[in-house]
């Protein structure tokens, strides 16, 4: 990632798809590991650690929806509704049989997974235009019925307040101590999405993207192949969904709404379809820019507007330079962020001596 | 008994008339999928910003048919400026980027009223009064009734368009077979331009209309959300499967909101049109009156 190649020397095709390219790899995870789970924790207090919290439960929403939409080909608009059928399995087993987060969150992964199975079950026959819409449904169908079924809901309010989670008998209160729970999730997701993409389920993945008739023909079953694309990515938003869940301290299905499904898929587009790394970056990048607006424009807009109308007015700039980066990205880069740090690192690879 | 008949009778009405307005919409959408193969995410968000444009205009003191002209004067415009600025560059990029860059603009559009006009709730007060209209039992408000009036007149204008005039049948030349086409001396570009400006009168007077019906704010644009089951029922390239697609959207959501919201306790109205595209998909994806693609590799 951030050392630098003096030219190609694989021989093998082992040696292609290694998870450590080169032996200073070693040296530069090590370093990036480092950073996250010493550096990091001991230069932020708790708000910022509070921000890094939220970027890491959207870096494992990313890489699964970037599973299904950037390397499967397989658009989803819904899928802010599989987390949320990943939050309520969790909330209602760890509230209603006071189950721990180690079968919590397998559990919501697992029954988001088969309702992303069952939501992608139209994918066999359809695609593009026809899928998008089809998901869109299902995003509006699974919000409706958990809003409409208090069994699932818990009532009124459609919200369920959940314990945050515990380890060895304590109970994590900061945001320091969720930092941890949440680090280990985000780089095990990473790490399967790693593997999981050079694995022969990634290679068919990518055949039924680039083509999905020829696929079938050069004998990849498409059919499963789509469904376990849809399942996989639906298991990853649900265990994001679960997360969240703890994270807040409670479920409620306004936290999972159209909305989140379209900053999900502007994730991965600016970060990069079909790129792990473009999953984290576009992840930083869609979480980051709110705070960041929120910061750099409360100073100016504080002069005109009292601090309820400022918020509607910042949640407003947000769509719009939301929007704006998604056209232009697409129109400009289609590769994403991941494409402009490649063209950086390639820069770098011969400077100064760049003939 | 006789009331019920008439409850089931006025719901029935009451929702031919929403779909036919729902058909408005979704015609905007056919007309640029048919024509240009773009698909349009935004259509709600057209509506919403035709729909701020007239009530701008008409607090302005530019009467009626200012506002309407005035709406359908900067929908022209901002349809052809998409279809140059966004949709042109996405030319033979996959469908995924069309729809992901159409949801973005939908995104842009619904954000930028607050911080430009102000996002309060608008009227659009259209010089028809709101005393109920009668027909024999049934009485519907007079916003609806122009609704139903000005679908049908276009769906009159463009059933002419594309099966007489000239222009028309070019166009269904291009949503054919661009290339052909072409070759036949057909200027394709302009022909896009062509149906991206009808798109945006339909989408100015949808404005307007829904927008009278509604109150003209972000929230008029979640009305787009039910051109998908209406063009999934009709089939996406087809004007006539756009209107029948809206009445049996508007008839099923009239009835699900009258019989089912007691029991399930609201919001049937929203829901029962995506079960219905659903089971439309599932088992005939293109409609009941689209074009069946068939894909070589």
New interface residues.
């Given amino acids: 990632m951030l050392h630098r190649e003096s030219g190609v020397f694989k021989t093998s095709y082992a040696a292609d798809m290694a998870l450590y390219p080169l032996p200073i790899a070693r040296a530069t995870i090590a370093a990036i590991v480092l950073l996250f789970a010493v550096v990091l924790p001991l230069v932020f207090d708790e708000y910022y650690l509070a921000i890094i919290n939220l970027v890491l439960i959207a870096v494992v929403g990313a890489l699964g929806l970037n599973i299904l ?1 950037g390397y499967t ?1 397989q ?1 989803s ?1 819904g899928h802010a509704a599989f987390m949320s059928v990943g939050a309520y399995t969790a909330a209602n087993l760890a509230v209603k049989l006071g189950l721990p987060f180690w079968i919590t969150l397998p559990a919501g992964g697992l029954m988001a997974a088969l309702i992303g199975a069952i939501v992608g ?2 994918s066999l ?2 695609k ?3 899928l ?3 998901t ?3 995003q ?2 699974i919000e ?1 019925i958990i ?2 079924t208090p069994a699932i809901s818990g009532g009124a309010q459609a919200s369920i307040e959940v314990p945050r989670p515990e380890l060895f008998g304590h109970q994590m209160r900061t945001q320091g101590q969720l930092y941890f729970f949440l680090l280990f999730f985000a780089a095990l997701a990473t790490l399967a999405s790693l593997n999981i993409v050079r694995s022969r389920i990634g290679r068919a993945f990518v055949a039924i993207r680039d ?1 999905d ?2 696929a079938e ?1 050069i004998g990849i079953n498409i059919y499963r192949y789509k469904l376990l694309s849809f399942a996989i990515s639906s298991f990853y938003a649900g265990v994001c969904g679960v997360l969240y869940t703890y994270y807040l301290g409670i479920a409620n299905y306004e936290q999972f709404q159209i909305g989140v499904s ?1 900053d999900y ?2 994730m991965i ?1 600016i970060g990069g379809l079909g790129s792990i790394l473009g999953s984290i970056l576009g992840a930083i990048f869609v979480t980051m820019l709110p705070i960041v607006l929120r910061l750099l424009m409360e100073p100016v807009l504080s002069m005109f507007y009292n601090s309820g109308e400022m918020s ?2 910042i ?13 232009f990205f ?2 400009i880069e ?1 590769e994403g962020l991941n494409r402009l740090w490649r063209n950086i690192r390639n820069y770098f690879r011969v400077w100064p001596f760049s003939y | 008994m006789w009331d019920e008949l008439q409850f089931a009778l006025i719901l029935t009405v009451s929702g031919l008339s929403i779909g036919l307005m729902y058909a408005l919409i979704a015609l905007g959408f056919v007309l640029v999928y048919k024509a240009t193969d773009a ?1 349009n ?1 935004a259509q709600g968000e057209f509506v919403m910003l035709a729909g701020f444009v007239a009530a701008i205009a008409l607090a302005g003191k530019l009467g009626v048919l200012g506002a309407v002209a005035a709406a359908v004067l900067v929908m022209v415009l901002f349809s052809f400026a998409l279809e140059r600025v ?1 949709l042109r ?2 030319l033979g ?5 069309v ?3 159409t ?13 430009t006009v102000g ?1 309060e709730t608008r009227a659009v007060t259209l010089p028809i009064g709101d005393t109920p209209i009668e027909f024999g039992p049934i009485s519907l408000p007079p916003v609806q009734v122009l609704g139903v009036v000005v679908t049908l007149l276009f769906l009159a204008i463009f059933t002419w368009f594309f099966l007489k005039s000239r222009m028309g049948v070019a166009m269904r030349a291009v949503a054919d077979n661009q290339q052909v086409a072409m070759a036949m001396g057909i200027n394709v570009e302009r022909y896009f331009a062509l149906a991206w400006a009808m798109a945006g009168t339909v989408s100015a007077l949808g404005g307007v209309i829904w927008g009278s019906m509604l109150g003209v704010d972000v929230q008029l644009s979640l009305v787009g ?1 039910k051109v ?2 209406v063009v ?1 029922l009709g089939g ?1 390239d087809s004007i006539v499967g756009a209107v029948i697609g809206g009445l049996i959207v508007g008839v099923v959501e009239s009835l699900a909101a009258g019989y089912l919201d007691p029991y ?2 609201g ?1 049937t109205k ?2 029962a049109p ?2 219905l ?2 089971l439309m ?2 088992f005939k ?1 293109y409609g009941m009156f689209g074009t069946h693609r068939i ?1 070589r ?1």
């Fill in positions: 939409v080909g658009i608009v079950i139209p026959r359809i593009g235009l026809y998008a819409i089809a869109l449904a299902g509006l169908i409706w809003n409409h083509q008739i020829a023909i379209i898929l502007a587009i509607a007015v949640s407003s700039f947000r769509l719009v330079l939301f929007g704006g980066l998604i056209i697409l129109v289609p | 698909i995410f966004v560059p996405l990029r996959p469908i995924v980027a729809i992901m860059a949801i973005g603009l939908g995104a842009m559009l619904r954000g930028l009223p607050p911080i996002g959300l998908f089951p999934i996406l399930v306790g919001g929203d829901f995506y079960v595209m659903i998909l599932m994806p894909e590799v």
